[in-house]
């Protein structure tokens, strides 16, 4: 059965008398504490509070206060009795001068504060409710809330910022908070200005006139002054300030954050380019005519995971590339090592092998020739050709060289021969005459060049290898 219809108009002074007796404002009042039954027992409460006889019991109950106020702290009033929205009940609870005493001796403000700053969407709207209700008791909590929103904006750091940022958004969306607001606009805009100035150098102590400001520190303001330039009101207090024009300036040309950078392990801390895109957003709100044209506000939601993996895939793409690469390369020059090591070797061998051997035989034919008796058993002995005849030793400035003799009587018998030698006899007597220096002898003999000389090279050529 439904309650009221205990406590209605056709019921009689004396039921509602035994209804008192028989303790129905206490079971009325321990309703409040169940979420399934509480909203219920506090309609019941609000048509009690229209008759003298319940409302004296009511208004003396100690604990009837903190549990309407823990009905605000759990959401209990943001459902509905049939057509009556909950807060409807808790504006007419408020209407007993005593019981909204007693209420507003918790801390109102505290809890409003908390709810608002949580950015649950639900929450923040019960809240902005219940804080018009209080404004239309008499009771302004704006500015309260104004200074503890703007209290978190001091911090550097956004996950710290984020409630101030939702308090102070969510009273930019209401009427009766704009004056409360419009106090605090140019601690806001310094927010994101460089400490410029002696003051500021004496305040931290730092020898520079121009200390830009962590990305982390700026987020909050600059999306605070967005959704504040959604008001006109606000946009006109905004554009009005000089601090303004300076922000401005300093954004345009690039000198608003300087070089500093998020590290990029803080995934949820935000970057230079999460910054200066709100900033320039709000820029474009406070200098447009109409501002963001925007209902409502959703706070940034930060979180870069990407950095991170862009960091881990990029160190291991080193880590493997890079030695693949090493590894590579090491492989194969091991490869062209192995395959061209035989040919070198076998070259150097040769060369190493083949020089003494040439020059053993050049030595041997030197040798026949100055001393036949002791020329080698294998290489022709020139002297059993008749070529010994030629060929005479004499000393220049103590220096023995061989040189050729211009002796007429062996011409013929020297041509013959050489025209007759086989391809071996010719190598070996050009190496001679070319390694000796015999040839710089028949080329300058009494200063003319005879030609049979030149006839023994060329048949050497000719019938050799050319070598």
């Known amino acids: 059965m439904h309650p009221t219809l205990f406590i209605g108009p056709l019921v009689s002074d004396s039921v509602r008398q035994y209804l008192l007796d028989q303790g129905i404002l206490n079971i009325l009042i321990k309703q409040l504490r169940f979420k399934d039954s509480a909203l219920l027992a506090a309609y019941a409460l609000t048509k009690c509070l229209t008759h003298q006889i319940f409302s004296a ?43 909204r005493c007693k209420i507003l001796e918790y801390d109102i403000a505290g809890l409003l504060e908390h709810k608002i700053g949580a950015g649950k969407p639900a929450e923040m709207r019960m809240s902005l409710i219940y804080l018009n209700i209080f404004r239309i008791h008499g009771h302004l909590m704006a500015r309260n809330l104004v200074e503890r929103g703007l209290s978190y904006l001091e911090t550097n750091q956004w996950k710290t910022q984020k409630p101030g940022v939702a308090i102070l958004c969510s009273l930019a969306q209401t009427w ?8 605090v606009i140019p601690n806001v805009v310094n927010m994101l200005l460089p400490n410029y100035g002696p003051d500021s150098q004496r305040a931290t102590n730092l020898p520079s006139s121009n200390q830009s ?72 709100s406070v200098d447009s005519v109409e501002g963001s044209m925007n209902a409502g506000f959703i706070l940034p939601h930060i979180q870069h995971l990407d950095r ?39 070259r150097k061998i040769a060369e190493w092998i083949g020089r003494p051997w ?64 086989d391809r071996y006899l010719a190598d070996v007597i050009l190496c001679f005459i070319l390694e000796r220096g015999a040839l710089l002898g028949l080329f300058n003999i009494h200063g003319r060049r005879p030609s049979w000389t030149t006839n023994i090279v060329d048949h050497c050529l000719a019938k050799g290898g050319g070598a």
């Open 308 to 346: 991170v993996g862009n960091v881990v895939r990029d160190s291991v793409v080193d880590a493997i590339v890079v030695p693949s690469v090493v590894a590579g390369v090491a492989a194969l020059t091991v490869i062209g090592a192995i395959t061209f090591a035989p040919v070198v070797a076998s």
């Open 176 to 183: 009766f908070s704009v004056e409360a607001l419009k106090q």
């Open 57 to 99: 019991p009511i208004n003396e109950d100690m604990f009837l206060a903190g549990y309407i106020v823990n009905m605000i702290r759990l959401d209990y009033f943001d459902e509905a009795i049939g057509v009556t929205e909950g807060f409807t009940i808790f504006e007419d609870l408020l209407e007993c001068g005593e019981l």
């Open 358 to 421: 040439r020059l053993r035989q050049q030595d041997a034919i030197i040798r026949s020739l100055r001393h036949p008796s002791s020329a080698s058993q294998n290489a022709p002995k020139l002297m059993d050709i008749g070529l010994d005849a030629p060929f005479r030793t004499f000393g220049t400035d103590g220096q023995d060289e061989i040189t050729l003799i211009d002796d007429s009587e062996h011409r013929d018998r020297v041509e013959d021969l050489v025209a007759d030698a």
């Open 213 to 284: 400001k962590l990305p982390s520190s700026l987020l909050g303001p600059a999306f605070v002054l967005h959704i504040m330039a959604e008001n006109e009101t606000l946009r006109e207090e905004i554009r009005q300030i000089p601090e303004y024009g300076r922000l401005k300036h300093l954004y345009l040309f690039g000198d608003l954050l300087g070089m500093k950078e998020t590290p990029i392990w803080q995934v949820k801390t935000p970057t230079r380019d999460d910054v200066l895109d709100v900033i320039n957003q709000m820029i474009k």
